[in-house]
């Protein structure tokens, strides 16, 4: 105070208020009810005056806490809550977070209390594959859920998977339910996932992987690897199998007992030579093996423990046992020694339960169901036939797998904070044995028909399946084409998760595929039924000899084997096209000539060669067969071929002088190249057509000059006496090691058609001739001389109805558009119409028949007959079901010809629709409108006839308006020579004999 003089200071008052103390308590309820809290020390809590922190302080061990000193106001108390804790309301506090606190002045405001919770629930997860065992390839889906069954949402909760490395290619996908958020919707591998799981919400994860093929170690225990006829003693032990000889006799004896190595074909593995027989290798027989004709010998196999058998094979178990087929009884057990003749753990097998092979697996035996993998003992006996002087056979090999399992482990885990409260069901395991696969392996094959006719193509359809449980890896698939089936084509379309199969192929089938659980391959072959599809039987001819490098030109060399003969001789032709015979030299390497032109044959040059003159070997056969390979040894440079295969009278004994002519009417030939210079097997004649004539020369349009070598030997396909007549196409599916196939008696599946041969009509100028009638007339005796020509019909032959017609048994004339009986030529789809790219001509019956009669085309006034009877002829013999198509597409054949045919008369006859083309009316037809005049006659002196039509501007008038027509046209002696080879069974451009 400043106090001026005389004057007065007032008002200097004081004014004091009393303080106030805020104050209160933080617990927890650990039970979530009105009892059992307890005190929190640590929690942080704040005074606000408004929005102002003016004050902090946390609670004590008691969980207490205090603001003193505080003036009068209003004032907010907030408590931030420890990590884990959750604010709660309960009777014990209403309270939330936040109090608002009124403070009188000198008061004191206590029971500011708080209570939090922990967050807490039960987490829990499951696992499962629905399995129990499981097997390398096999696909396997986990479903996993993992859930909180509540009170407290549970935040950052991790979900993990940690795939074994023995399962492959593992993908999951999730979907969360009931408020479950933050899953990753699909991944590859492990799983390792924080998710949001709410009360009452889950999540299921799809878990799909597959066993890895290596899951179980497989060994093989070969026994028949060893020296043949050594004495073993009386155990030996094959990587980890161990294999005794014994004999039984009040007991399993060892005396003089030893177990017998035998290694030749069909006889390999393990024989016992017992007490009692004679010397194995002096006395010859079959006492070395495990047999029942002196004592009852026995030979015992142990495993390792944990293992499991998958296949055991016998070898040498032929025919020739007592009774007829040799027996054997495999016995198992856990007792090292049991009592065999009270053992009921047993089946029997015999000789034909492989088929014709002695050797196999017992494994994969229908017997073989009840068999059990993990018996530690097998033993091996002879019979139960009688003992005789040849009831035995070999233990050959056995293969054994380590089992294993396939354990696979889930884990929820809570985030931090979060209480668990039933830990217990955080984990779920799924445990499967691994075990070697199983499955019924399965093939069926059908092309949907009985009989076939030569030429027809066939279509298979091959289906082989897995109907088992496991996965079958490296399965193979095989078919072996007959040889009177050419030009096969297949495809294949895997279903079901079926992988690993070739896509397409030509030729034998030997694909190694993966059929899992379920799945299946479809293939589709596709064929041509050979033109000579009679039985045949292989031979090899061998062609080596030890002759000079020169003699005398022109010698013939004989060569036979398995009934069949043939000689061979020499030729070589200049580049001016002058032939002359060579010598033919007989070496170890096989044959080869030595022309005019390289003096005594020195320095390499008495091979077949192309170096100067061409050289030919001339093979003429003493019967008709199939020339499938020739072995080209001795090659230097290159080994390409030229190959011809031709029908001749009886060449063996009239013996031909090549040359360009002969060569020319060969009717096939072929040229085989290859890009190696080693020596090779020279695959021929991929059609099977069969001759009694070949040649193979050096390859002749070369002009490198360096293909060289010798003909060691020649594949053939021989002609079986009485031979069926039929095409038999067997497919197999073959089991992979270490998988048992649980029904081997649908491994394989055969499908058999007859061959028919397809009637025949040959030229038929004498049809309606009087001095054929009596051919026709079905007597016996009243057959012409003809008929002992070869292929010459011993019948009439009707047109076949067209089934496929709008209007069964009859065609639509392209001119009247009426349907009417006869003969659409050109329809090759046989629907009894003219489709869109067909060319064709429609012939009443009665104009077939007077196109055929003789008399109406006499001395060639009008060759317009002489090919319409062609093209009548070769239609009947097309629906007579003769094949029309060679194997090559771009073959000018019968199917060629033909339509040279229609569209030779379709220049030269009228046009009576308006189509640009002619119809085929001929002179003299009856039942047609058109004039006679509208269709001048063509003659045989016509360049049409003999050289061909390029267009129709050089026809005569009508003709000439046949603007439609295909040009430019083969001449019509051309097309009626061909068509006559055709109805004559001469073949046309790959030499087959398809009518006739």
């Given at each position: 105070?400043?106090?001026?003089?005389?004057?007065?200071s007032t008002?200097?008052n004081?004014?004091?208020?009393r303080?106030g103390?805020?104050?209160?308590?933080?617990?927890e309820?650990i039970?979530n009810n009105d009892s059992?809290?307890?005190?929190l020390?640590?929690?942080?809590?704040?005074?606000?005056?408004?929005?102002?922190?003016i004050a902090?302080?946390?609670t004590?061990?008691?969980?207490?806490?205090s603001?003193?000193?505080?003036?009068?106001?209003?004032?907010i108390?907030?408590?931030?809550?420890l990590g884990?804790y959750?604010?709660v309301?309960?009777?014990?506090?209403?309270n939330?977070?936040?109090?608002?606190v009124?403070?009188p002045?000198g008061?004191?405001?206590t029971g500011n209390n708080?209570?939090?919770?922990?967050?807490?629930?039960?987490?829990?997860?499951?696992k499962?594959?629905?399995?129990?065992?499981?097997?390398?390839?096999?696909?396997?889906?986990?479903?996993?859920?993992?859930?909180?069954?509540?009170?407290?949402?549970?935040?950052?909760?991790?979900v993990?998977?940690?795939?074994?490395?023995t399962?492959?290619?593992?993908m999951?996908t999730s979907?969360a339910?009931?408020?479950?958020?933050?899953?990753?919707?699909s991944?590859?591998?492990?799983i390792?996932?924080l998710?949001?799981?709410t009360?009452?919400?889950?999540?299921?994860?799809t878990v799909?992987?597959t066993v890895?093929a290596?899951?179980?170690?497989?060994?093989?225990?070969?026994f028949?690897?060893g020296?043949?006829?050594t004495n073993l003693?009386?155990?030996v032990?094959?990587?980890?199998?161990?294999?005794d000889a014994f004999?039984?006799n009040?007991?399993?004896?060892?005396?003089?007992?030893?177990?017998w190595?035998?290694?030749e074909?069909?006889?390999?593995g393990l024989?016992v030579w017992?007490?009692?027989?004679?010397n194995?290798?002096?006395s010859g027989?079959d006492v070395?093996?495990l047999?029942?004709?002196?004592?009852?010998?026995?030979?015992r196999l142990?495993?390792?423990?944990g293992?499991?058998?998958?296949?055991?094979?016998?070898?040498s178990l032929?025919?020739?046992?007592s009774g007829g087929?040799?027996?054997?009884t495999?016995?198992?057990?856990n007792?090292?020694?049991p009592?065999?003749?009270t053992?009921t753990?047993?089946?029997?097998f015999?000789?034909?339960?492989?088929?014709?092979?002695?050797?196999?697996?017992i494994l994969?035996?229908?017997?073989?169901?009840s068999?059990?993998k993990?018996?530690q003992y097998?033993?091996?006996?002879?019979g139960?036939?009688?003992?005789g002087t040849?009831n035995?056979y070999?233990?050959?090999?056995?293969?054994?797998?380590?089992?294993?399992?396939?354990?696979n482990?889930?884990?929820?885990?809570?985030?931090n904070?979060f209480i668990?409260?039933n830990p217990n069901n955080n984990s779920?395991?799924d445990t499967?044995?691994?075990?070697?696969?199983?499955?019924?392996?399965?093939?069926?094959k059908t092309?949907?028909?009985?009989?076939v006719t030569p030429g027809?193509?066939?279509?298979?359809?091959?289906?082989?399946s897995?109907?088992g449980?496991?996965t079958a890896t490296?399965?193979?698939v095989?078919d072996?084409?007959p040889?009177?089936?050419?030009?096969?084509t297949?495809?294949?379309?895997?279903?079901?998760?079926a992988?690993?199969?070739?896509a397409?192929g030509?030729?034998n089938i030997n694909?190694l595929?993966t059929?899992?659980?379920?799945?299946?391959?479809?293939?589709?072959?596709?064929?041509?039924?050979?033109?000579n599809?009679?039985a045949?039987?292989p031979t090899?001819?061998?062609l080596?000899?030890?002759?000079?490098?020169?003699g005398?030109?022109?010698?013939i060399r004989t060569f036979s084997a398995?009934?069949v003969?043939?000689?061979a001789?020499?030729f070589?032709?200049s580049?001016s096209?002058t032939?002359?015979s060579a010598?033919?030299?007989s070496?170890?390497?096989?044959?080869?000539v030595?022309?005019?032109s390289?003096g005594?044959?020195?320095?390499?040059?008495h091979?077949?060669?192309?170096n100067g003159r061409?050289n030919?070997?001339?093979f003429?056969f003493?019967?008709?067969v199939?020339?499938?390979?020739?072995f080209l040894?001795?090659?230097v440079?290159?080994?390409?071929?030229t190959?011809?295969?031709?029908?001749f009278?009886?060449p063996?004994n009239?013996h031909?002088?090549?040359s360009d002519?002969v060569l020319n009417?060969?009717?096939?030939?072929?040229?085989?190249t290859?890009?190696s210079?080693?020596?090779?097997?020279a695959?021929l004649?991929?059609?099977?057509?069969?001759?009694?004539t070949?040649?193979?020369a050096?390859r002749?349009?070369?002009s490198?000059?360096n293909?060289n070598?010798?003909?060691?030997?020649?594949?053939?396909?021989?002609s079986?006496?009485?031979?069926s007549?039929?095409?038999v196409?067997?497919a197999?599916?073959?089991?992979?090691?270490g998988?048992?196939?649980?029904n081997?008696?649908n491994?394989?599946?055969?499908?058999?058609?007859?061959?028919?041969a397809a009637p025949?009509?040959?030229?038929p100028g004498?049809?309606?001739?009087?001095?054929w009638?009596?051919f026709?007339?079905g007597?016996q005796?009243?057959?012409?001389?003809?008929?002992?020509?070869?292929n010459f019909?011993?019948s009439d032959?009707?047109f076949?109805?067209?089934?496929?017609s709008?209007q069964?048994?009859k065609v639509l004339?392209?001119?009247t558009?009426?349907?009417?009986?006869?003969l659409?030529i050109g329809?090759?789809?046989?629907?009894?119409?003219?489709d869109?790219?067909?060319?064709?001509l429609?012939y009443?019956?009665?104009q077939a028949?007077?196109?055929?009669?003789?008399s109406?085309?006499?001395n060639?006034q009008?060759?317009?007959y002489t090919l319409?009877?062609d093209l009548?002829a070769?239609w009947?013999?097309y629906?007579?079901a003769?094949?029309i198509?060679?194997?090559n597409p771009?073959?000018?054949?019968?199917?060629y010809?033909?339509?040279e045919?229609?569209?030779w008369?379709?220049a030269?006859t009228?046009?009576?629709?308006?189509?640009g083309?002619g119809?085929?009316y001929?002179?003299g037809?009856t039942?047609?409108?058109?004039?006679?005049?509208q269709?001048p006659r063509?003659?045989s002196?016509s360049?049409?006839?003999?050289t061909?039509?390029?267009?129709a501007?050089?026809?005569?008038?009508?003709?000439?308006?046949?603007?439609?027509?295909?040009y430019?046209?083969?001449?019509g002696?051309v097309?009626?020579?061909?068509?006559?080879?055709?109805?004559n069974?001469?073949?046309l451009?790959?030499g087959v004999f398809y009518g006739?």
């Amino acid at each position: 105070v400043t106090l001026p003089a005389g004057g007065n200071s007032t008002g200097n008052n004081f004014v004091d208020e009393r303080l106030g103390t805020i104050s209160g308590n933080v617990k927890e309820d650990i039970d979530n009810n009105d009892s059992g809290d307890v005190n929190l020390s640590g929690v942080t809590i704040e005074l606000l005056s408004g929005t102002t922190v003016i004050a902090s302080t946390t609670t004590d061990a008691s969980g207490n806490y205090s603001f003193t000193n505080q003036p009068a106001g209003t004032y907010i108390v907030k408590q931030t809550n420890l990590g884990g804790y959750s604010d709660v309301s309960d009777t014990d506090a209403p309270n939330d977070n936040l109090i608002d606190v009124t403070l009188p002045a000198g008061g004191n405001s206590t029971g500011n209390n708080f209570v939090d919770e922990r967050l807490n629930g039960d987490l829990s997860i499951t696992k499962t594959d629905g399995l129990t065992t499981v097997s390398p390839g096999q696909k396997v889906t986990y479903t996993i859920v993992v859930s909180n069954n509540g009170p407290n949402t549970a935040t950052n909760a991790l979900v993990s998977d940690t795939i074994p490395t023995t399962l492959t290619n593992v993908m999951w996908t999730s979907v969360a339910a009931g408020g479950a958020t933050d899953n990753q919707a699909s991944g590859t591998g492990n799983i390792n996932d924080l998710v949001t799981l709410t009360s009452g919400s889950s999540i299921t994860y799809t878990v799909m992987g597959t066993v890895a093929a290596n899951a179980i170690t497989n060994k093989l225990s070969d026994f028949g690897l060893g020296t043949d006829d050594t004495n073993l003693g009386q155990t030996v032990t094959v990587n980890g199998v161990k294999a005794d000889a014994f004999y039984i006799n009040s007991g399993y004896q060892t005396t003089n007992t030893v177990l017998w190595q035998r290694n030749e074909t069909n006889d390999h593995g393990l024989g016992v030579w017992s007490n009692g027989e004679p010397n194995p290798i002096t006395s010859g027989g079959d006492v070395n093996e495990l047999s029942n004709q002196l004592n009852q010998e026995v030979i015992r196999l142990t495993k390792t423990a944990g293992e499991q058998w998958t296949s055991l094979w016998v070898s040498s178990l032929d025919g020739g046992g007592s009774g007829g087929a040799e027996k054997g009884t495999l016995y198992w057990s856990n007792s090292a020694t049991p009592t065999l003749n009270t053992l009921t753990t047993k089946f029997t097998f015999q000789y034909g339960d492989f088929g014709s092979s002695v050797e196999g697996n017992i494994l994969g035996l229908t017997q073989s169901a009840s068999f059990d993998k993990n018996a530690q003992y097998l033993f091996f006996v002879a019979g139960p036939n009688t003992a005789g002087t040849n009831n035995d056979y070999l233990v050959w090999k056995a293969t054994t797998a380590s089992g294993t399992t396939l354990t696979n482990t889930a884990t929820v885990t809570a985030p931090n904070g979060f209480i668990d409260t039933n830990p217990n069901n955080n984990s779920a395991t799924d445990t499967d044995t691994i075990v070697a696969p199983t499955g019924d392996l399965s093939i069926t094959k059908t092309d949907g028909v009985t009989t076939v006719t030569p030429g027809q193509k066939l279509t298979y359809t091959i289906v082989v399946s897995n109907n088992g449980s496991g996965t079958a890896t490296d399965a193979l698939v095989s078919d072996t084409i007959p040889n009177n089936l050419t030009g096969v084509t297949w495809t294949s379309v895997a279903n079901g998760g079926a992988t690993g199969n070739e896509a397409s192929g030509t030729g034998n089938i030997n694909d190694l595929v993966t059929l899992t659980s379920g799945s299946s391959i479809t293939y589709t072959v596709m064929g041509t039924i050979a033109a000579n599809p009679l039985a045949y039987t292989p031979t090899k001819i061998n062609l080596q000899g030890d002759s000079a490098l020169d003699g005398p030109d022109g010698n013939i060399r004989t060569f036979s084997a398995s009934g069949v003969s043939v000689k061979a001789s020499a030729f070589s032709r200049s580049t001016s096209g002058t032939w002359s015979s060579a010598f033919l030299g007989s070496f170890s390497s096989g044959l080869g000539v030595t022309d005019s032109s390289e003096g005594n044959g020195d320095n390499g040059t008495h091979r077949v060669d192309n170096n100067g003159r061409d050289n030919y070997v001339l093979f003429e056969f003493s019967e008709s067969v199939i020339v499938d390979k020739a072995f080209l040894d001795s090659v230097v440079g290159d080994s390409d071929a030229t190959v011809w295969i031709g029908n001749f009278s009886d060449p063996f004994n009239n013996h031909l002088t090549l040359s360009d002519s002969v060569l020319n009417s060969f009717g096939f030939s072929e040229i085989n190249t290859t890009s190696s210079s080693s020596d090779r097997s020279a695959n021929l004649n991929a059609t099977k057509i069969a001759g009694n004539t070949l040649v193979i020369a050096a390859r002749t349009d070369d002009s490198s000059n360096n293909d060289n070598f010798k003909i060691k030997s020649l594949d053939i396909f021989q002609s079986v006496s009485g031979g069926s007549t039929s095409v038999v196409n067997t497919a197999t599916v073959t089991a992979p090691t270490g998988f048992t196939d649980t029904n081997p008696n649908n491994n394989s599946a055969t499908d058999t058609d007859t061959v028919l041969a397809a009637p025949g009509v040959r030229t038929p100028g004498f049809w309606q001739n009087s001095k054929w009638q009596k051919f026709w007339d079905g007597i016996q005796g009243n057959e012409p001389s003809q008929k002992t020509e070869p292929n010459f019909p011993d019948s009439d032959l009707l047109f076949a109805p067209y089934t496929n017609s709008a209007q069964p048994g009859k065609v639509l004339d392209p001119v009247t558009g009426q349907y009417g009986v006869g003969l659409l030529i050109g329809d090759f789809n046989r629907n009894g119409m003219t489709d869109t790219g067909e060319d064709t001509l429609f012939y009443t019956r009665a104009q077939a028949l007077q196109i055929v009669d003789s008399s109406m085309h006499p001395n060639g006034q009008d060759v317009r007959y002489t090919l319409g009877r062609d093209l009548v002829a070769s239609w009947l013999n097309y629906l007579a079901a003769n094949p029309i198509d060679t194997a090559n597409p771009t073959d000018q054949d019968a199917r060629y010809y033909l339509k040279e045919g229609i569209n030779w008369l379709q220049a030269l006859t009228p046009d009576q629709n308006g189509n640009g083309k002619g119809d085929g009316y001929l002179q003299g037809l009856t039942g047609n409108e058109t004039p006679n005049s509208q269709t001048p006659r063509i003659t045989s002196s016509s360049s049409y006839w003999n050289t061909g039509i390029s267009s129709a501007s050089g026809l005569p008038s009508p003709y000439n308006l046949n603007n439609s027509v295909t040009y430019g046209v083969d001449a019509g002696s051309v097309i009626h020579d061909k068509l006559d080879d055709y109805n004559n069974g001469r073949g046309l451009a790959d030499g087959v004999f398809y009518g006739g």
